[in-house]
């Protein structure tokens, strides 16, 4: 095969990989997951392009800001359109299924001697399509708009960077590793789990590295892309440090870590069946129990899995893949002890899906090498596209089941384009401090935080001025004298509080002057027009 035509096949992979991943990926992008904590990176991003705020960091103390730059920067380009930040992040996982597929090209030539060039253009299309139809990816990782969901894309680059540099010889490629996973522990602390085995793997492949001129620039470029961060733990003495402990108080409920052995072997445990479930593809919870990690499919999944770790650790540079899974597993069951639901707490485990496709290409790519036959070629063939084409089923039973739970975005969205259409210049609104009464940590199927983050994050986006009150009969009565008159958002909550009094009474009416009922429990909130 002429050079002429690899590179027109290559290209013509990528662009198929690329639009197959688009494909799966723009559907929905707006409606689902529904807002939780991505909406409080959006509004930072809003207060830096509107020149309001320069922060060191992102809402969590340990997260670096750079990704909400960048979401600013697209406000000021675009206008300030709230689903923008998903946007750019499913443009990142479009990136990262390109990377996964061609660090597993990389590999697979390597393996062969670049020899059997078309083989290894059919590895990387394999794991580049795995991971584009990986329902996890598809649903946290390309439409969550918070830097976490990002991680991925730049744990695989820098992997991939140190393997060409250790591997090829490619020097400089370990500057762009450092940027890599610079930026990668910027939009999370957790990508760092990673590093131990990076390290295992150049101290037995590549020992020269830690002497290296190139080892110390990536060193320096990660320390320059968190640079906000080192800046605001200077400022603060280690003020990140702080802010992840309180967080993982929060999550275990005051327990910041395991309290026995037998705690974190269970732990342990749950971290490896969810990555075997999210592996699978579906993203529903599941308990942990016999019959769950027995499950046929999740045990093919890991079988590959595991198969095509083996078969890499076996090769040159391969084995950089199965040293860099255990730390972050270990590391987990340490750290998280609460949250073990896919969507979205499996975004812990994401930066090891594109190492899972990878080795799955791998599975593949050994058996087409011994196919003979056409017969076997064509078994070949199915096994790659139920692989790759059978979690597509867990996506469309997710975005179901979703759409069952309220409230949804499209609602949010059309409360506030209703308030826009009704509200005249000199009316406030004012939302129900009730309506964040339900914590979104509560994982219930109707959860108010949702709501009160969601309109909270849409109407800053659309300049609409709003303020946060604790709503009763005397605040209504004193509303109700004071000008100008308001909209209000009324939490279902609150109506029950309210029971003993009609909406009339109350001064509420439809934003369109009607009469009006209370918003009933099913509601969560209901619009209304405050008037004397």
């Known amino acids: 095969m002429g050079v002429r035509s690899t590179r027109l096949g290559e290209a013509l992979a990528v662009t198929s990989v690329a639009a197959f991943a688009m494909a799966v990926r723009l559907p929905a992008y707006r409606d689902f997951p529904r807002f939780r904590d991505e909406t409080s990176q959006g509004l930072q991003a809003l207060s830096i392009a509107r020149g309001q705020s320069l922060p060191l960091t992102a809402a969590d103390p340990y997260v670096s800001p750079l990704f909400n730059y960048c979401f600013a920067m697209f406000f000021k380009l675009f206008g300030e359109d709230p689903f923008l930040p998903r946007l750019a992040v499913l443009a990142c996982g479009i990136l990262t299924v390109l990377v996964t597929g061609l660090f597993a090209r990389d590999l697979i030539t390597s393996q062969q001697g670049g020899t059997h060039a078309g083989k290894s253009l059919v590895a990387g299309v394999v794991a580049a399509g795995v991971l584009a139809a990986n329902p996890l990816h598809?649903?946290?990782?390309?439409?969550?708009?918070?830097?976490h969901a990002a991680t991925p894309l730049f744990t695989t680059l820098g992997l991939w960077m140190l393997w060409r540099a250790v591997e090829l010889g490619t020097k400089p490629a370990l500057a762009m590793a450092g940027v890599a996973f610079g930026v990668a522990c910027g939009t999370h602390p957790t990508a760092a789990l990673l590093l131990p085995g990076a390290a295992v793997y150049l101290a037995r492949r590549a020992p020269w590295v830690f002497l290296s001129a190139w080892a110390w620039?990536?060193?320096a470029l990660a320390s320059l892309v968190n640079a906000p961060l080192v800046v605001y733990n200077l400022q603060t003495r280690l003020g990140s440090f702080g802010g992840a402990r309180r967080v993982l108080s929060e999550y275990g409920h005051g327990r910041i870590a395991p309290g026995d052995l037998a705690s974190y072997i269970r732990n342990v445990g749950r971290q490896l069946l969810m990555l075997q479930q999210i592996i699978a593809g579906p993203l529903e919870l599941r308990l942990p129990s016999p019959d769950a990690a027995l499950d046929p499919l999740f045990l093919v999944y890991a079988g590959f899995a595991v198969v095509g770790l083996i078969i890499l650790s076996r090769r040159p540079g391969g084995v950089l893949l199965l040293l860099c899974a255990p730390p972050l597993i270990l590391g987990l069951a340490y750290l998280n002890t609460s949250k073990f639901e896919p969507v979205p707490d499996g975004r812990y485990l994401s930066p090891l899906l594109p190492l899972a496709a990878i080795a799955l290409a791998a599975v593949i790519s050994t058996i087409e090498e011994n196919a003979v036959g056409r017969l076997r070629m064509t078994a070949c063939l199915t096994?790659?596209?139920?692989?790759?084409?059978?979690?597509?089923?867990?996506?469309?039973?997710?975005?179901s089941r979703a759409a069952r739970e309220t409230p949804t975005n499209q609602r949010l969205v059309s409360a506030v384009q209703e308030i826009l259409a009704s509200r005249q210049q000199s009316e406030q609104v004012l939302i129900d401090s009730r309506l964040n009464t339900v914590t979104t940590r509560s994982r219930g199927a109707d959860e108010e935080g949702a709501a009160f983050r969601g309109l909270r994050y849409l109407l800053t986006a659309a300049n609409?001025?709003?303020e946060?009150?604790?709503?009763d009969p005397a605040t209504m009565q004193s509303l109700r004298a004071?000008?100008?008159r308001s909209l209000v958002i009324l939490s279902s909550v609150s109506s029950a509080w309210l029971h003993q009094a009609t909406p009339t009474q109350l001064g509420l009416r439809g934003l369109d002057h009607r009469p009006a009922e209370l918003p009933p429990p099913a509601a969560l909130f209901g619009l209304f027009r405050l008037e004397a």
């Open 482 to 484: 004071s000008s100008p």
């Open 383 to 399: 096994v790659a596209g139920l692989l790759i084409f059978q979690p597509l089923l867990y996506v469309g039973s997710y975005y």
């Open 138 to 147: 598809v649903v946290v990782n390309s439409h969550v708009g918070w830097s």
């Open 464 to 466: 609409v001025p709003f």
């Open 468 to 471: 946060v009150i604790e709503i």
């Open 217 to 219: 620039l990536a060193v």
